[in-house]
């Protein structure tokens, strides 16, 4: 045998600009900045994309943002931001339910959020239906007061 030497052309590797993760289970959803953005009738309001997933209903009183997720109370919902527990993301909530008419995150804030419908994180404790776990981008330390 004889050696033959080949040059070869480069190869450039280009990502998919969607993450998505090697294991990513069926349970658990990457919700980034340009969904958010592009989700038709949402109004960058969270509660309104989730909604459009499946395993997932809304409130019968149109105004509302209760999720009910796999047939759930809305209140068996957990919602987490940058780690740290909330009670509600939604203004003018009733007591005993997650959904009021209006957001309370704003969306230019998220980097992005991770939606269960099961299998959920052992550090997200209490969750009964769901968890939102929302990952804010960071701050500009030039401008911090």
């Known amino acids: 045998m004889e050696e033959d030497a080949n ?10 600009p969607f993450r998505r993760n090697i294991e990513s289970p069926v349970s658990m959803r ?17 509660s309104r994309i989730v909604r459009s997933y499946p395993g997932v209903s809304f409130s019968p009183i149109g105004y509302r943002n209760d999720l009910i997720v796999r047939g759930g109370s809305p209140s068996e ?55 939102l776990d929302f990952q804010l981008k960071d701050g500009n330390p030039d401008k911090q007061a």
Do not use: C, W
Request: hydrophobic share 40%; no cysteine.
């Open 77 to 131: 919902n957990r919602f987490y931001m940058d780690g740290i527990e909330i009670p509600n993301i939604n203004h003018f909530a009733t007591q005993g339910a997650s959904g009021g008419p209006v957001s309370i995150v704003n969306a230019d804030l998220i980097r992005e959020i991770t939606f269960y419908t099961g299998a959920f994180p052992a550090n997200r404790s209490g969750a009964l239906s769901s968890v």
């Open 7 to 16: 040059l070869l052309n480069t190869v450039v590797v280009v990502p998919s």
């Open 30 to 46: 990457i919700i980034g900045l340009q969904e958010i953005e592009k989700s038709p009738g949402a109004n960058r309001d969270v």
